[in-house]
């Protein structure tokens, strides 16, 4: 697929990204709690580092990203830079399974809808809605600019709703072309505007704001409620 040249520059604060609330409860580790004395952390870390990709990124062990991209020192960085390092094996709609990428959305709503669909879709598949699963709502500030999908129909492959495919394909150029990374319209929420961020850097003044609470009771419509 041919690269797009259309690049917009954005400035858009207070984009949403969520993640489950129990990878972001604890900035230090999340084996703390379970720990009952420093020795036993120790021993907890050293099982921990043998497998965990964000640590293996931040020490340069990873094939998809260098850890001269990932970011240190800033707060909620561990954050940024796992969602680079933990891609899912088949990869997500604009990375492989090497090397993640930071989604977020312009608005809220947007960021539900897509975790909501993809949620459910687990669920549809056991046939089973009944759970209860909180999310934390990260904001994150963008100031660059970044290949623009919106208005132009020769990338609607890429938007394929049961498709990643041409999308993937379309990264793997702008990736290999230094792109910043790609805005595009939801395919999950109509009127909603994603951004898929390639570069950690760029992730900027990342915090915490409301913590949500996704409810299925036997109906793939979630109820939803913060708290």
Same mark, same amino acid.
């Given at each position: 697929?041919?690269?797009? =040249?259309?690049?917009?520059?954005l400035?858009?604060?207070d984009?949403?990204r969520?993640?489950?609330s129990?990878?972001?409860?604890?900035?230090?580790?999340?084996l703390?709690p379970?720990?009952?004395?420093d020795?036993?952390?120790?021993?907890? +870390?050293?099982l921990?580092?043998a497998?965990n990709?964000?640590?293996?990124?931040?020490?340069?062990?990873?094939?998809g990203?260098?850890?001269d991209?990932?970011v240190?020192?800033?707060p909620?960085?561990r954050?940024v830079n @796992?969602a680079?390092?933990y891609?899912?094996?088949?990869?997500?709609r604009?990375n492989d399974?090497?090397?993640?990428?930071?989604y977020?959305a312009?608005?809220?709503?947007? @960021?539900?809808?897509?975790?909501i +669909? =993809?949620?459910?879709v687990?669920y549809?598949?056991?046939?089973?809605?009944?759970?209860?699963?909180?999310?934390?709502?990260l904001l994150a500030?963008?100031n660059?600019?970044?290949h623009?999908?919106?208005g132009l129909?020769a990338?609607?492959?890429c938007?394929?709703?049961d498709?990643y495919i041409a999308?993937? @394909?379309?990264?793997?150029?702008?990736l290999e072309?230094?792109?910043?990374?790609?805005?595009?319209?939801?395919v999950? =929420?109509?009127?909603?505007?994603?951004l898929?961020?390639?570069r950690?850097?760029l992730?900027?003044?990342?915090?915490? @704001?409301?913590?949500?609470?996704l409810?299925w009771?036997?109906?793939?419509r979630p109820a939803?409620e913060?708290?």
């Amino acid at each position: 697929m041919r690269v797009v =040249h259309k690049i917009t520059p954005l400035r858009q604060y207070d984009t949403c990204r969520l993640i489950p609330s129990r990878f972001a409860e604890f900035e230090d580790s999340v084996l703390t709690p379970l720990a009952e004395n420093d020795q036993v952390l120790r021993d907890l +870390f050293d099982l921990d580092n043998a497998t965990n990709e964000r640590l293996r990124g931040e020490s340069d062990l990873l094939p998809g990203i260098g850890m001269d991209e990932l970011v240190f020192g800033v707060p909620n960085f561990r954050i940024v830079n @796992a969602a680079y390092t933990y891609a899912r094996p088949e990869g997500s709609r604009f990375n492989d399974g090497e090397r993640g990428a930071w989604y977020c959305a312009f608005a809220a709503e947007t @960021a539900l809808s897509e975790v909501i +669909f =993809h949620k459910t879709v687990e669920y549809v598949e056991i046939n089973r809605f009944d759970d209860s699963v909180s999310y934390q709502s990260l904001l994150a500030d963008f100031n660059a600019g970044f290949h623009d999908l919106r208005g132009l129909d020769a990338y609607l492959p890429c938007l394929d709703p049961d498709s990643y495919i041409a999308s993937q @394909a379309l990264a793997a150029e702008l990736l290999e072309a230094g792109s910043m990374g790609v805005i595009y319209p939801s395919v999950r =929420h109509p009127g909603g505007t994603n951004l898929a961020c390639f570069r950690p850097a760029l992730v900027g003044n990342v915090r915490k @704001a409301q913590t949500y609470r996704l409810t299925w009771a036997g109906s793939p419509r979630p109820a939803v409620e913060i708290i």
